[in-house]
């Protein structure tokens, strides 16, 4: 079976369970689906997604209110990563083909004080917080600070990102990311080696009108090596990133793509692409779940988030193609209920659905995640690394 397009769809940290590495990460109990499933009390409503398999996925609990269905409409099943690390950059690039297995900088203490000087002697600005926090919380409890300073508040958390947040009227957007790029290009290789640095703007005057905007830009480290995105434009394959996709390999293997300001957009133009003329790879991230919700342990948000997502679902079924296929996957968890605000090690989903199937089934636990790129290559018949293992053949 060959399809013309393959759209896939990232659901940003909505992993289903704790992975077998679970404890080396200090997560084991975490499952954000499940979680989220019990914090609605059997409620949480998710038909498209149940339709195509997703409470068929094997796990020691169900999801409540996502029961399993005698017949799904699609292909499910579940990927544990090998990456050394549990950040987005890890587990999207594994998916294309590039585990990263040599660990990043991780700063749980606050970024070295050689580094701090760099960024306030390039920005011509003083570096406050510097310390594992909320970004919420970060500009809740030093924005007024910057508003009568300009200082810098700069921050990390369990992930390997450096994170600067600047309100717009102090510290101007293109201000901010040049202050952003100059960190990218002094953080790359040892001793820092960190994964993404990240700016992250907002507007307000006091702590209960400060509100993140949809500017922040992900300054990720560039893949080192090909990915599946290289192979498939180097093959002729066209290559399209969806939301924060372009950010994360740093436009590398990407013909173009597009910003989103929210999962409701995001798939919004998932939709609008599908409608399109648009041929080859369609490459969706919906960030919410991670950035709005999950780092914020709102279970209530990430549950009407993934409501709301179903229901736009139902929209981008309709109007796919016959030979369109459809992947669901997510690139880690982050388990709302879980101590503390970072990422969780956790089993993702995996659902494939097209309008050719004429069965479905249980593709079971695929690793590295890699498995999904070979996929992908194996249907647009480019060669890959090696790493992945397609299950195309499965797909009938």
């Given at each position: 079976m060959a399809f013309e397009r393959i759209i896939t769809i990232v659901l940003d940290s909505i992993g289903i369970g704790e992975?077998?590495?679970?404890?080396?990460?200090?997560?084991?109990?975490?499952?954000?689906?499940?979680?989220?499933?019990?914090?609605?009390?059997?409620?949480?409503?998710?038909?498209?997604?149940?339709?195509?398999?997703?409470?068929?996925?094997?796990?020691?609990?169900?999801?409540?209110?996502?029961?399993?269905?005698?017949?799904?409409?699609?292909?499910?099943?579940?990927m544990a990563e090998i990456s050394a690390g549990k950040d987005s950059m890890d587990g999207h690039w594994e998916m294309m083909g590039l585990p990263v297995t040599e660990p990043l900088g991780y700063f749980p203490d606050g970024f070295p004080a050689d580094l701090i000087k760099q960024i306030e002697d390039f920005s011509g600005r003083k570096v406050i917080l510097n310390k594992p926090y909320s970004g919420t919380e970060a500009i809740?409890?030093?924005?007024?600070?910057?508003?009568?300073?300009?200082?810098?508040?700069?921050?990390?958390?369990?992930?390997s990102v450096l994170q600067i947040a600047a309100q717009t009227d102090v510290i101007p957007l293109e201000e901010l990311y040049r202050i952003c790029r100059y960190v990218r290009s002094i953080t790359i290789d040892a001793p820092y080696r960190i994964g993404r640095v990240i700016a992250r703007p907002y507007v307000g005057t006091?702590?209960?009108?400060?509100?993140?905007?949809?500017?922040?830009?992900?300054?990720?480290?560039?893949?080192?090596?090909?990915?599946?995105?290289?192979?498939?434009?180097?093959?002729?394959?066209?290559?399209?990133?969806?939301?924060?996709?372009?950010?994360i390999f740093s436009g590398q293997g990407l013909d173009d793509g597009v910003h989103t300001v929210s999962n409701t957009d995001g798939m919004d133009k998932t939709i609008e692409a599908a409608k399109s003329d648009r041929k080859g790879f369609i490459f969706t991230n919906l960030v919410d779940f991670d950035a709005m919700?999950?780092?914020?342990?709102?279970?209530?948000?990430?549950?009407?988030?993934?409501?709301?997502?179903?229901?736009?679902?139902?929209?981008?079924?309709?109007?796919?193609?016959?030979?369109?296929?459809?992947?669901?996957?997510?690139?880690?968890?982050?388990?709302?209920?879980?101590?503390?605000?970072?990422?969780?090690?956790?089993?993702?989903?995996?659902l494939a659905y097209s309008k050719q199937f004429v069965g479905n089934g249980d593709l079971g636990v695929r690793s590295p995640f890699a498995d999904l790129g070979a996929t992908i290559l194996d249907n647009f018949g480019v060669r890959g690394n090696q790493v992945g293992q397609s299950f195309l053949s499965l797909l009938k």
């Amino acid at each position: 079976m060959a399809f013309e397009r393959i759209i896939t769809i990232v659901l940003d940290s909505i992993g289903i369970g704790e992975a077998p590495d679970a404890a080396k990460f200090h997560d084991t109990g975490a499952d954000t689906l499940g979680h989220i499933g019990d914090y609605f009390d059997g409620k949480l409503a998710l038909p498209n997604l149940q339709a195509i398999g997703l409470g068929n996925i094997a796990r020691q609990t169900p999801i409540a209110g996502v029961g399993p269905l005698g017949s799904p409409s699609g292909y499910f099943g579940k990927m544990a990563e090998i990456s050394a690390g549990k950040d987005s950059m890890d587990g999207h690039w594994e998916m294309m083909g590039l585990p990263v297995t040599e660990p990043l900088g991780y700063f749980p203490d606050g970024f070295p004080a050689d580094l701090i000087k760099q960024i306030e002697d390039f920005s011509g600005r003083k570096v406050i917080l510097n310390k594992p926090y909320s970004g919420t919380e970060a500009i809740k409890d030093y924005g007024e600070q910057q508003l009568k300073t300009g200082d810098l508040i700069v921050y990390t958390s369990g992930d390997s990102v450096l994170q600067i947040a600047a309100q717009t009227d102090v510290i101007p957007l293109e201000e901010l990311y040049r202050i952003c790029r100059y960190v990218r290009s002094i953080t790359i290789d040892a001793p820092y080696r960190i994964g993404r640095v990240i700016a992250r703007p907002y507007v307000g005057t006091d702590p209960t009108t400060f509100t993140r905007t949809s500017d922040r830009h992900d300054y990720a480290l560039q893949p080192d090596k090909p990915t599946d995105l290289d192979r498939l434009q180097g093959a002729g394959v066209p290559t399209y990133g969806i939301g924060k996709i372009n950010d994360i390999f740093s436009g590398q293997g990407l013909d173009d793509g597009v910003h989103t300001v929210s999962n409701t957009d995001g798939m919004d133009k998932t939709i609008e692409a599908a409608k399109s003329d648009r041929k080859g790879f369609i490459f969706t991230n919906l960030v919410d779940f991670d950035a709005m919700y999950g780092h914020r342990r709102n279970a209530q948000g990430d549950g009407e988030a993934l409501m709301t997502f179903d229901r736009q679902l139902g929209d981008l079924l309709t109007v796919l193609r016959r030979d369109d296929l459809l992947m669901i996957t997510a690139d880690h968890g982050n388990d709302p209920t879980f101590r503390g605000t970072d990422h969780t090690r956790e089993y993702v989903p995996l659902l494939a659905y097209s309008k050719q199937f004429v069965g479905n089934g249980d593709l079971g636990v695929r690793s590295p995640f890699a498995d999904l790129g070979a996929t992908i290559l194996d249907n647009f018949g480019v060669r890959g690394n090696q790493v992945g293992q397609s299950f195309l053949s499965l797909l009938k």
